[in-house]
């Protein structure tokens, strides 16, 4: 009689760990990034236009890694247009970019170092 419960015992705990094996499968065929989606970083950057008006920078970049995009040399709007006081053209820079609703936005731009 005791044999019943000892083997309900066995298996719940295997139901268990079949339940809750799936949360921790990884997602990506990266181990070293299993589970994990790309953090925002700066990227590196030099500017080639300014448009101040327009509330628009040019800039020459680097991989976006977090937005899986290649170097590239591209037009941004700037989330708030006095970051273009604090940068000219042919500056080194880095920068962070978002995409907002389909438009490439530069959030924040620091020189480079």
């Keep these: 009689m005791k044999t019943l419960p000892a083997a309900l015992a066995t298996l719940a705990v295997a139901l268990s760990f079949w339940a809750v094996g799936p949360a921790f499968a990884q997602t990506t065929s990266d181990p070293g990034k299993a589970g994990v989606a790309a953090m925002p970083a700066m990227t590196d950057g030099e500017v ?20 899986e995009m290649p170097g590239m040399t591209m037009v941004f709007v700037v989330k708030d247009k006095a970051l273009l006081d604090t940068v000219s053209v042919g500056a080194k820079i880095r920068f962070m970019a978002a995409n ?12 480079a170092k």
């Design 48 to 67: 080639k236009k300014i448009d101040k008006d327009a509330g628009k920078i040019t800039i020459k970049h680097g991989e976006i890694k977090h937005m």
């Design 100 to 111: 907002e609703n389909g438009r490439m936005v530069v959030t924040d731009i620091q020189p």
